[in-house]
């Protein structure tokens, strides 16, 4: 199977505005699949609302295209209901932090095995240009025009200290390493969480002096830090600078998922 063939070519083009960075999420994740030789029958893919959520729609195996920050749930029972299905989940940070805050936590804690694709724009893009929970503090929104200021959410260590078995970010610049990271999330057993950092020139961008997408795709580019480099600076009593974020691997473990007695 080509990798056109993951797509419903009735309905592109896509709706995304120009430069947003979700198609290429989308795109890496169907590559992933690819390379792993998943079935369309066997595959489904499930999204709430939201911009990163319209991404289940282009994809021409099953989709379930659920109620705002619901996706987990509907997955969950997807997936116990069929333990055999690859079942892949889109959401956003808004989708999946706000609204479905606590769908995520016990979806992690549960650690049932799907995988989770979180297209983290910073913001609210679909309704408005809304602060989100992962809005970074001073950012400019609709609902914070003097600033954001409460403290984002680290939707990384939320993922593990919840307990899912494989937790990775990283941005829709690094095409190579997202693709990766999503087909071992793919391979690894109980739930994956990858949340990949995206531009969205409309509504954060256009509000943060970011009006071009190049402005955005230069940020995640010198504003990464490598996780053992992050780890190393640590120990030295280095601290991260605000603008700065860590990608890569956080943690694969081997907890039992929940159901996998029921996938035997």
């Known amino acids: 199977m080509n ?15 120009a430069g947003c960075g979700n198609g290429t999420i989308l795109n890496c994740t169907l590559r992933a699949v690819e390379e792993l030789d998943y079935k369309q029958e066997e595959t489904t893919f499930v999204s709430g609302i939201g911009c990163s959520s319209r ?13 705002h920050g619901r996706a987990l749930a509907f997955a969950t029972g997807l997936k116990l209901v069929k333990p055999r299905q690859h079942v892949i989940v889109f959401t956003g940070d808004g989708d999946c932090s706000a609204i479905g805050g606590n769908h995520f936590i016990h979806a992690c804690r549960r650690n049932i095995d799907i ?24 950012a400019i929104s609709t609902t914070t025009p003097y600033g954001m200021q409460e403290q984002p959410f680290d939707l990384c260590k939320v993922a593990e ?34 949340e990949v950092m ?36 640590a120990t030295k009593g280095i601290q991260l600078s ?7 691997q956080f943690v694969r473990r081997n907890n039992p998922p929940l159901g996998v007695e029921a996938a035997k």
């Not at 605000?242 to 890569?248: A, D, I, L, R």
């Open 115 to 138: 995988t989770v694709i979180c297209m983290n724009n910073n913001i609210y893009g679909m309704t408005g240009g809304q602060g989100s929970p992962c809005t970074p503090y001073g």
């Open 242 to 248: 605000p603008e700065k974020f860590v990608v890569g």
């Open 161 to 194: 200290a919840s307990g899912a078995n494989y937790v990775a970010r990283w941005t829709s610049f690094h095409v190579k390493e997202l693709t990766e990271a999503i087909r071992v999330g793919l391979e690894t057993p109980g739930l994956s969480f990858i």
């Open 198 to 233: 995206t531009q969205c020139p409309t509504s954060f961008g256009s509000k943060n002096k970011m009006r071009q997408v190049t402005q955005m795709l230069d940020m995640f580019r010198d504003n990464v830090v490598l996780k053992a480099k992050a780890d190393r600076d």
């Open 3 to 17: 990798l056109e063939d993951w797509y419903r070519q009735d309905r592109l083009p896509h709706i995304y505005c």
């Open 55 to 67: 991404a289940s729609g282009y994809t021409s195996s099953d989709s379930l295209h659920t109620t």
